[in-house]
C-alpha cells in the first residue's frame, strides 16, 4: 500500500509508525532511517527538521532535481492525463545556496525573549534560526540586529513581520517592518549596513506604509529592463533562475518582431517589457492596481512605449478586451498557485494565439488547465522545469503549448 513518511527518500528502508489508515494509502511518522538512499546527505542547516521551509535538504541536489522532473511527468499523466509529453531535465543552479532576494521574517517569542524566524510548517509556532542558507549573509545579520533591537526595546515583540528584500544586481537593500514597532535606529542601521538604502514600517491595519529612512524604492535590473521596486512589488525570489526561467518563455514565444502579445498576471512587467522588445505590440494584464502603475512607470522607464497594462482580474478583463475585438498572436499566462480561472483561458482561446506560454508554480494546477487547452486544441508540445527554489519541494515550469 502507498505510504507516505515526511523524511522518508525512496528506495530507503525505514521504521516508521503508522499513524493514518486509509482504504488506498496511509501515513506514518518517520521513527528511524534503517537502510539509507545513496543519494541522502545530512542536511547542512542545524533547523532543517525543525523549520519545514525546505523540505529536501537531506537529497543530494541533483538528485532533488531528478526528483522534481518526474514529480512533474507523474502530475502531467494523473491529473492532466497526458501521457508522453517531453519533459525536460530540471534546470538547476551551479551554487544552489543563499538565492533568494527576499524573505518574510515571522515575529514572536522563543526562549522567553522577542524572536524572528519562520513558522513551523502548517503551524503558527515560531522557528528562529542562526543562518538560514537561502538567504544572503546580509539578510541573516540584518535579522539579528533587529530581533536584538525589538528584544532590548519591546520584549513584548508586536512587530508582525520583518521583511527583508535585495536587488542582487544593485545590492540595494530594502527593510521593511510590519505591525507595530518602537522607533527603529535608523541612523544605525544605515551606518552598520550600507547595503540598506530604505527603511519602512507597515501599518497593516491602516494599509499604510511609512518611509522611515533613505528612499520608497530601491533600483534592480531584471531580465536587462531596469525596476524601481517597492516594498509591495511582487518579483520572483530567485534572481539568478528569473533569468533562467525568462530566457525560456522568450524563447517558446518564438516571436519575429511583429505580433501582438498577450502577458497575462504580469506583475509588474517583468516579462511583458521583455516580450515587447520582440514585438508589435505587448498587453499585460494585472489584478493589483499598484502593479500595473509601477509596470506602466518601469515601462517609460526603459522607453518601451509599445506596450499597454490594464489593471484587474484577468477572468474579467481578458473576456472583455476579446469582445472588443483584441486578438493575440502568442498568449504567455504566469498565473499564482491556483491557475488560470476559466474564464480567462477561454478568452485566451477567443483571442486566438497560435502559441500559449504557460509559466507555473504548481505542476497540479498547470496539468488541469493543460488537459483544459487540449480540449480547445492546444497541446503541450514541451515542458522545461526550472529549480526556482532549491532544497524545497516547490516546481516551477515552463511550457510551450501549441494550437493543433
Ligand atoms: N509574471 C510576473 C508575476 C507572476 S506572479 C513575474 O514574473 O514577476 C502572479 C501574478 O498574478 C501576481 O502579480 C498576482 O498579483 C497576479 N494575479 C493573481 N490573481 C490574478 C488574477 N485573477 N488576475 C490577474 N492577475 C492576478
Redesign the pocket.
Known amino acids: 500500500m502507498a505510504t507516505f513518511i515526511p523524511g522518508a527518500l525512496p528506495g530507503e528502508t525505514v521504521l516508521a509508525e503508522i499513524v493514518q489508515k486509509k482504504k488506498s494509502f496511509q501515513r506514518g511518522l518517520l521513527t528511524e532511517v534503517l537502510k539509507p538512499a545513496s543519494d541522502r546527505i545530512d542536511a547542512p542547516c542545524s533547523v532543517f527538521e525543525d523549520c519545514g521551509g525546505c523540505q529536501l535538504q537531506h537529497l543530494n541536489y541533483n538528485a532533488s532535481l531528478a526528483w522534481k522532473q518526474s514529480r512533474v511527468v507523474g502530475v502531467l499523466e494523473r491529473i492532466g492525463k497526458l501521457p508522453g509529453v517531453k519533459v525536460h531535465p530540471v534546470l538547476g543552479m551551479a551554487e544552489p545556496w543563499r538565492y533568494r532576494n527576499k524573505v518574510q521574517l515571522q515575529g514572536g517569542r522563543a526562549g522567553g525573549k522577542a524572536a524572528l524566524g519562520y513558522f513551523s510548517s502548517k503551524t503558527n509556532r515560531l522557528v528562529p534560526f542562526a543562518d538560514c542558507l537561502l538567504l544572503p549573509q546580509v539578510f541573516n545579520r540584518l535579522k539579528d540586529y533587529v530581533q536584538e533591537f525589538l528584544h532590548s526595546n519591546w520584549p513584548g515583540m508586536r512587530a508582525k513581520q520583518v521583511v527583508i528584500r535585495r536587488s542582487a544586481a544593485t545590492g540595494e537593500v530594502m527593510l521593511g517592518v510590519v505591525g507595530e514597532c518602537p522607533p527603529l535606529p535608523w541612523e544605525d542601521i544605515l551606518n552598520r549596513f550600507p547595503q540598506v538604502k530604505s527603511i519602512v514600517v507597515v501599518d497593516p491595519a491602516a494599509r499604510q506604509t511609512r518611509l522611515v529612512a533613505g528612499k520608497s524604492k530601491i533600483h534592480d535590473t531584471i531580465f536587462g529592463n531596469h525596476f524601481m521596486l517597492s516594498f509591495q512589488s511582487?518579483?520572483?525570489v530567485n534572481p539568478t533562475q528569473?533569468e533562467v526561467l525568462y530566457a525560456k518563455a522568450l524563447e517558446y514565444a518564438g516571436l519575429t518582431g511583429n505580433q501582438t502579445v498577450a502577458?497575462?498576471?504580469?506583475?509588474?512587467g517583468?516579462?511583458t517589457l521583455a516580450l515587447a522588445a520582440q514585438a508589435r505590440k505587448a498587453v499585460g494584464?494585472?489584478?493589483?492596481q499598484q502593479?500595473v502603475l509601477d509596470a506602466r512607470e518601469n515601462a517609460r522607464r526603459n522607453g518601451v512605449d509599445n506596450v499597454e497594462f490594464y489593471a484587474?482580474?484577468?477572468?474579467l478583463?481578458l473576456p472583455r478586451l476579446a469582445a472588443e475585438g483584441l486578438r493575440a498572436d502568442v498568449a504567455v499566462v504566469?498565473?499564482?498557485r491556483a491557475g488560470c480561472?476559466q474564464a480567462?483561458l477561454e478568452a485566451i482561446v477567443e483571442m486566438g494565439p497560435r502559441r500559449i506560454v504557460y509559466?507555473s508554480c504548481d505542476p497540479a494546477t498547470l496539468a488541469r488547465d493543460l488537459a483544459w487547452l487540449k480540449e480547445r486544441g492546444y497541446d503541450p508540445v514541451e515542458v522545461q522545469p526550472v529549480d526556482m527554489f532549491p532544497w524545497t519541494a516547490h516546481v516551477e515550469t515552463v511550457v510551450l503549448i501549441e494550437r493543433k
Do not use: L, R
Not at 484587474?312 to 477572468?315: K, L, S, T
Open positions: 511582487f518579483t520572483q528569473t502577458d497575462v498576471y504580469c506583475g509588474i517583468t516579462i494584464v494585472e489584478i493589483i502593479a484587474g482580474p484577468a477572468e478583463v504566469d498565473p499564482p480561472e480567462a509559466v
